[in-house]
């Protein structure tokens, strides 16, 4: 099985002002694609080269490093292009909307603790909603590097349905070090569409 490089579902200066096309360019076809060329290399004549990316990634703890970091860097990425439209809906609905406040208590509380545990990400990471794998419920967490809750390493573990990229790459260009502003603009192209077919999805399989 050989990865590739997902396309996008936009140009890349379809969600200015919010994120910008260079860093678009730039964090698509260089720092996406690189983890796609080192997780190809890194899984070619192993055990690994004919599962899908997914079941690898839960097994995290045993996998050699250049897997887990550039296959993480691979399906963090593809999730965060997939959940990102220069026309999204301005909040969930139907059964992810409920979920939300059941889990949160109103949608304007979970961005809030969303935003948090993205702001408070030491250094280089992410900030996720999750499905938890034990109870079928709505969470939030944040992983370093490029760890996801699919991996058997993190204190919560379970399927990603939204997630922000903190690493600078992300936002340097156009944010600098105003980690915060970015995070205010990513609300502004979450494609609350996709996020929920994700989390039915996800339900379903729990």
């Not at 720092?31 to 055990?47: E, L, S």
């Not at 990634?57 to 439209?85: C, E, K, M, Q």
């Not at 996720?128 to 993190?154: E, F, G, H």
């Not at 600078?168 to 205010?184: F, P």
Request: charged share 20%; no cysteine; aromatic share 12%.
């Amino acid at each position: 099985m050989t990865h590739q490089l997902p396309t996008l579902s936009f140009e890349y200066d379809a969600l200015e002002p919010f994120i910008d096309a260079d860093t678009m360019r730039i964090h698509h076809s260089k720092h996406h694609q690189g983890y796609v060329n080192k997780f190809n290399n890194a899984i070619k004549g192993t055990k690994y080269a004919h599962q899908s990316i997914g079941d690898i990634l839960t097994s995290a703890s045993v996998l050699p490093t250049a897997i887990r970091n550039n296959g993480g860097g691979h399906y963090n990425h593809s999730l965060f292009w997939d959940i990102l439209s220069p026309n999204p809906q301005e909040k969930p609905q139907g059964k992810l909307a409920e979920a939300i406040e059941n889990a949160f208590g109103s949608f304007d509380s979970f961005k809030q603790s969303f935003a948090d545990a993205a702001g408070s990400q030491f250094g280089s990471g992410w900030a996720w909603l999750v499905v938890r794998r034990d109870n079928n419920k709505l969470a939030i967490s944040s992983t370093p590097n490029q760890d996801n809750p699919l991996m058997d390493t993190t204190e919560i573990q379970g399927t990603p349905i939204l997630g922000v990229d903190v690493w600078e790459h992300a936002y340097y260009l156009n944010y600098q070090n105003k980690r915060g502003d970015y995070l205010d603009a990513f609300w502004n192209v979450v494609d609350w569409e996709a996020v929920a077919k994700r989390y039915e999805q996800a339900s379903e399989t729990s």
